[in-house]
């Protein structure tokens, strides 16, 4: 994605363990709602992540870091194949003592470009995975009581939505709501969908946000950062 949203990703493979790369699931999950606009509607765009969320998360050498206007993830995922397999597949590149892979999405592009060395015919790397979310523009939050909706615009013009919200025990936890809770809502129907993936035509007041949360609504956990793993509030990273 282009606009205010700028992504590094090196790799495509499987969700990390203890931190859930916020863009990443976004763009590659398997059931996404979008939405016609921002919500809630009558609430203002805040350019900047509160206080309250503020800090660095650190477990392994996985680290995510939220400050003022930008939300980072660095992550590590070790991988291994068979090196015959490396030699012939489709889905790499071995080159100069890195392998690289192939991503057939929307086009063909080379990712990755990680050392790997080799022990008896296993081919053993690790990936490095680098997510930046940036405040402005077409991405901001807009609150909801004491939580917040991070609402990210899309490619083609349609919205995403992230509640974040800090619980009693510390934790930063981001949720998505999901088709089938949308379709619990009465009379609530997409106005067009396609596999798993649903669009929505709907003005969400706060006090309609605040009725859906109250509810239960919003239970896909996307992000959680608990403060076991929290070591400060600044720290820069790569």
């Known amino acids: 994605m282009v606009i205010q949203i700028q992504t590094k990703i090196q790799v495509m493979l499987t969700k990390n363990l203890f931190l859930f790369g916020l863009l990443l699931l976004i763009l590659s999950s398997c059931n996404s709602v979008y939405f016609s606009e921002p919500q ?4 203002k765009n805040i350019y900047e992540f509160p206080s309250k969320y503020h800090g660095v998360w650190m ?6 870091v939220i400050s003022k206007n930008v939300y980072k993830s660095v992550s590590y995922r070790e991988g291994n194949l068979l090196k015959s397999f490396a030699d012939t597949s489709s889905n790499n590149v071995l080159a100069n003592g890195r392998i690289y892979f192939i991503q057939k ?20 790397y690790k990936n490095r995975e ?20 991070l609402n990210i615009k899309s490619d083609d013009l349609w919205w995403e939505l992230v509640l974040v919200e800090k619980t009693k025990d510390g934790s930063v936890i981001g949720r998505r709501i999901t088709n089938e ?12 969908s396609s596999e798993n993936v649903f669009y929505y ?3 969400w007041l706060e006090h309609d946000l605040s009725g859906l949360i109250r509810r239960g609504f919003f239970n896909d956990t996307i992000i959680s950062l608990s403060p076991d793993s929290k070591i400060g509030k ?3 990273i790569r």
């Open 40 to 43: 809630p509607v009558n609430s």
């Open 59 to 64: 477990e392994g050498e996985d680290t995510v």
């Open 105 to 124: 999405e929307d086009r063909m592009k080379l990712t990755g470009g990680f050392p790997y060395v080799v022990r008896n015919d296993t081919l053993f």
């Open 130 to 149: 680098v997510i930046e979310v940036f405040l402005g523009g077409n991405t901001f939050l807009r609150k909801v009581a004491d939580k917040h909706v």
């Open 181 to 192: 809770e949308m379709e619990a809502i009465q009379g609530m129907k997409p106005i067009w």
């Open 201 to 203: 035509d709907v003005k």
């Open 234 to 236: 600044r720290r820069n």
